[in-house]
């Protein structure tokens, strides 16, 4: 322990970072409808365990509660709002006087866990079957029960204890949005832009990949009184995607990379992943796919497990590195913030081209109730952008209303989000940031992709209207408002 530790711990009444870790076993009962895709997919097997894993921090003095963050990265694809709404209400009936607003949820974004989206007022896309299946309202209830218990064992189980934070890099995630000429225009796409996601690199019309890509990893550390580490968080900009298509239960890459990290240091290790501003990124290579492979192969190693590897590399050699440089008495200030962004305008042409893709899915399921399985997430998809049109038409300025938080821990900001959010958005409030280092955190809430304006311009899926409730105009807004409020942390104003 460094001498600025001991030395503040003769002081009476210096303030105290008291933290406390919890984690939740989420796995569902079999079998049960998993997410992430367009068609329903009944998951029969379990490969790894979902879990939530909870931090809670606490700044004190005398005894007394300054301000506190409590964090819970699920093994999920997003989080409802109304699920966020149940748990915090459950916690408060445990804890009176607990601010429940101080409690945020994040996912992973893995594509093999339960489908949480419920009835027709949530954009419901899954025939479930009503028999021999979990039904998504169980699976809710259990899953609010189990996070909230979890948050409530943490908050009774912190103690005083030190926080370091570092970076490194690996190379995770790579840029998903292919760019082709203009030749390679076609007509009768969503777009008659030029990019596509996960578009063939091995062609004349390839021109570039549409995006910077991000291999900063971000970490924090945290050891309890006795120097045993409790706890860490890793921010990788990249959703956990590798196994997405699996009809299984399966906690992608974060899963391997909590495993090996506990057998490093320890089963007591909370593990929080943060998926970080990654809309238009991917672990999956655009090109030298063979090369890949080959490495792959004399490693015996799975992509998987290749990835958890290089993120596993990336926290050892940061962890020795700022180990004895831990601080107890630091800054905690955590603001919650609701941003009214404007929606994406629905152009007519967008609204008569979703209108008539409905129509065509609607007129399948009609004809076959069984195509459904494959088709409605479609039908629904295109649906909601004819309701989005018609709330646009009695209010030109509608808004989408959501909920931020801005953390400063020490010298670093935290920042959350609700979408799928553009590389490009997170870069720039990195760049703008006065902390010395930002955490940027996507997916705290439901999900969502939030293009720029040149993925708009290039069209393609996530980034048509489909894709989208909010444009570059309310990204950019997000970026200014997320940056001024990180400033003002750092300005004591």
Not at 389 to 405: C, M
């Amino acid at each position: 322990m460094s001498i600025f530790i001991l030395t503040l711990s003769t002081h009476l009444h210096a303030k105290e970072l008291n933290i406390g870790t919890a984690t939740a076993d989420i796995t569902p009962a079999l079998p049960v409808a998993v997410c992430g895709q367009f068609n329903l997919r009944i998951a029969e097997t379990i490969e790894t365990p979902l879990t939530a894993n909870v931090l809670v921090l606490e700044s004190s003095e005398s005894n007394k509660t300054l301000d506190l963050a409590i964090m819970v990265s699920c093994d999920l694809v997003g989080i409802p709002n109304e699920l966020v709404k149940k748990i915090r209400a459950e916690v408060q009936k445990q804890i009176p006087g607990l601010d429940g607003e101080k409690i945020f949820l994040n996912a992973t974004h893995t594509h093999t866990a339960p489908v949480l989206e419920n009835g027709p007022e949530s954009n419901f896309r899954y025939p479930i079957p009503k028999e021999g299946v979990l039904q998504v309202e169980e699976y809710q209830n259990f899953f609010v029960q189990r996070v909230a218990d979890a948050i409530i064992k943490a908050w009774e189980n912190r103690s005083s204890g030190s926080v370091s934070w570092g970076l490194s890099h690996a190379a995770i995630a790579y840029n998903r949005r292919v760019v082709y000429s203009e030749k390679a225009k076609k007509p009768g796409q969503f777009s008659n832009g030029t990019a596509q996601m996960y578009g063939n690199t091995n062609t004349p019309d390839f021109m570039n990949l549409e995006g910077i890509e991000d291999h900063d990893v971000n970490m924090l550390f945290f050891w309890d009184s006795t120097d045993k580490l409790v706890a860490m968080t890793i921010n990788v900009p990249c959703p956990s995607q590798e196994v997405e298509h699996r009809l299984a239960v399966n906690a992608d890459f974060w899963h391997p990379v909590r495993e090996s990290l506990k057998q490093r240091f320890g089963p007591q290790l909370c593990v929080l992943g943060w998926t970080g501003a990654s809309g238009d990124q991917s672990p999956r290579p655009m090109y030298r796919k063979a090369a890949e492979e080959r490495m792959l192969k004399l490693r015996n190693l799975s992509r998987m497990e290749e990835i958890a590897r290089r993120i596993v590399l990336a926290v050892e050699e940061t962890y020795e590195t700022v180990k004895k440089d831990r601080y107890t008495d630091v800054e905690l200030a955590h603001k919650v913030e609701i941003l009214p962004l404007p929606m994406r305008k629905v152009t007519e042409k967008e609204y008569l081209f979703s209108k008539s893709e409905r129509d065509k899915y609607k007129a399948q399921i009609d004809a076959n109730p069984e195509a459904a399985k494959q088709v409605l997430t479609s039908m629904t998809w295109n649906a909601d952008v004819l309701k989005r049109y018609e709330i646009q038409q009695k209010n030109p300025d509608a808004k989408l209303e959501t909920e931020v938080h801005i953390l400063r821990i020490g010298d670093i900001a935290i920042c959350t989000n609700q979408f799928e959010l553009f590389t490009d958005y997170g870069l720039r409030i990195q760049a703008r940031s006065a902390a010395l280092q930002t955490f940027v955190i996507q997916l705290a809430g439901p999900g969502t992709y939030l293009p720029t304006k040149k993925a708009v311009n290039g069209g393609g899926y996530s980034a048509i209207i489909q894709s989208s409730p909010v444009g570059p105009i309310g990204g950019q807004i997000l970026v200014d408002s997320t940056v001024s409020i990180i400033n003002q942390l750092f300005s004591g104003k």
